[in-house]
């Protein structure tokens, strides 16, 4: 994927990794973009519309980013596209507050559950129709920490 964003032509690129699930696999992406001489600035932004385990269908800034984003290339990282609403939301916030452009790179895309019109631009892997957990990705806030992305079978 750091090869992909790579071969855009991004400039002042600010990457905004989206809170908490996206964590692992940000910072896996952005040492990767160092890796291609990629030097974007890092940002975090904690976007809600989860529960305690499924989407409530409101979203919501709970910590904001420090810097501005008027003029500049940013770069959206999450852990997994479903509704779209969570990344459909937080793309137009950019937008809105004067972004040149605004793109999204996901680990996963479950494109089954999509409630709004939202493609990413840069996908890791398509994700089946399963609750999935792991290397950063939780239920009820556990299972953030396993190294590999699992299935949640049964009753989460």
């Known amino acids: 994927l750091a090869k992909e964003i790579s071969e855009r032509d991004y400039h002042d690129l600010l990457v905004i990794s989206v809170l ?16 291609v001489d990629l030097s974007p600035e890092v940002e975090f932004i904690f976007i ?9 269908g409101e979203v919501k800034v709970l910590r904001d980013i420090d810097n501005e ?22 793309r137009d916030l950019m937008i809105r507050r004067g972004a040149k452009s605004c793109s999204i790179a996901v680990l996963l895309d479950k494109r089954t559950r999509r409630q709004v019109k939202l493609d990413a631009d840069f996908v890791g892997f398509d994700c089946p129709d399963y609750f999935v957990v792991g290397y950063g990705m939780d239920v009820a806030h ?6 590999f ?3 949640v079978k049964g009753d989460a």
Do not use: C, N, Q, W
């Open 149 to 151: 992305v699992g299935v």
């Open 142 to 147: 556990a299972f953030r920490e396993l190294p």
């Open 48 to 56: 809600s519309s989860y529960g305690a385990g499924t989407t409530s």
């Open 20 to 35: 908490k699930g996206s964590f692992v696999f940000a910072a896996d992406l952005i040492r990767a973009m160092h890796d």
């Open 69 to 90: 984003v008027a003029g500049r290339d940013v770069l959206l990282i999450d852990d997994i596209l479903e509704s779209g609403k969570t990344l459909s939301y937080t």
